[in-house]
């Protein structure tokens, strides 16, 4: 996980070796962490940090996260989960199934620009590859998003919502997805660096989802 025990931003939380009862310590993290050949023969792209409140969790991710910056990694932080599951922001559903929630996108589009603007005012922006991705985030080479299925389970197809949805509703909705027949290419139309993709998803918080997956992709 790091290899100079030394850097001056190397992080313990008050008790934490002094109580260490069933967590990792930095070694253990760095005997079975991201190196390659240490999760099942390749190269283990993720992690879950678990344990009771004051353990260290909150510290480890700091530590981790002044390490990404430093050897220049981009960062994608969620400064509060909690937003992503509370109901707070808007949320619409197009008639394609997806949900969009624009003001969220937009607040996370936002932090993830002033935690990498640095890196994104200098990459440049791969031509080939923009413009293939709707407003909704789907990408036109993946087809259909929520293709009708039949669940076994449940008895029912995947877009049976649909039956339960009032004919104002259903009207709004196809509305409203004609109105959103655009993408960020379509505004954004010769973008040079990352960044101005990132602001004008910024700027226009129903570009958000559309420039956050652009940028990822």
Same mark, same amino acid.
């Given at each position: 996980?790091?290899?100079?025990?030394?850097?001056?931003?190397?992080?313990?939380?008050?008790?934490?070796?002094?109580?260490?009862?069933?967590?990792?310590?930095?070694?253990?993290?760095?005997?079975?962490?991201?190196?390659?050949?240490?999760?099942?023969?390749?190269?283990?792209?993720?992690?879950?940090?678990?344990?009771?409140?004051?353990?260290?969790?909150?510290?480890?991710?700091?530590?981790?996260?002044?390490?990404?910056?430093?050897?220049?990694?981009?960062?994608?932080?969620?400064?509060?989960?909690?937003?992503?599951?509370?109901?707070?922001?808007?949320?619409?559903?197009?008639?394609?199934?997806?949900?969009?929630?624009?003001?969220?996108?937009?607040?996370?589009?936002?932090?993830?620009?002033?935690?990498?603007?640095?890196?994104?005012? /200098?990459?440049?922006? #791969?031509?080939?590859?923009?413009?293939? +991705?709707?407003?909704? =985030?789907?990408? &036109?080479?993946?087809?259909?998003?929520?293709?009708?299925?039949?669940?076994?389970?449940?008895?029912?197809?995947?877009?049976?919502?649909?039956?339960?949805?009032?004919?104002?509703?259903?009207?709004?909705?196809?509305?409203?997805?004609?109105?959103?027949?655009?993408?960020?290419? /379509?505004?954004?139309? #010769?973008?040079?660096?990352?960044?101005? +993709?990132?602001?004008? =998803?910024?700027? &226009?918080?129903?570009?958000?989802?559309?420039?956050?997956?652009?940028?990822?992709?």
């Amino acid at each position: 996980m790091q290899k100079h025990d030394c850097i001056n931003y190397k992080m313990y939380l008050r008790g934490y070796h002094k109580n260490c009862y069933h967590h990792w310590r930095p070694d253990d993290i760095r005997r079975v962490g991201l190196g390659k050949g240490s999760f099942k023969g390749s190269i283990n792209t993720g992690g879950l940090l678990w344990g009771e409140k004051g353990c260290g969790k909150s510290g480890v991710l700091a530590y981790l996260n002044h390490w990404a910056h430093d050897n220049e990694w981009i960062n994608i932080s969620v400064p509060s989960c909690r937003e992503f599951v509370d109901a707070s922001h808007d949320t619409e559903r197009l008639n394609n199934g997806l949900y969009l929630q624009h003001s969220l996108a937009q607040r996370m589009l936002y932090d993830f620009k002033i935690m990498n603007e640095a890196i994104f005012n /200098d990459m440049d922006v #791969d031509m080939s590859r923009y413009g293939g +991705i709707d407003i909704s =985030g789907n990408k &036109d080479v993946d087809g259909e998003p929520c293709p009708r299925v039949y669940d076994e389970l449940r008895q029912c197809w995947s877009d049976d919502w649909k039956q339960f949805v009032y004919e104002p509703e259903w009207k709004f909705i196809e509305q409203r997805t004609k109105d959103l027949d655009y993408r960020i290419s /379509d505004k954004c139309r #010769d973008p040079t660096k990352m960044i101005d +993709i990132i602001n004008a =998803g910024i700027e &226009d918080p129903l570009m958000a989802t559309n420039a956050i997956a652009e940028v990822f992709d």
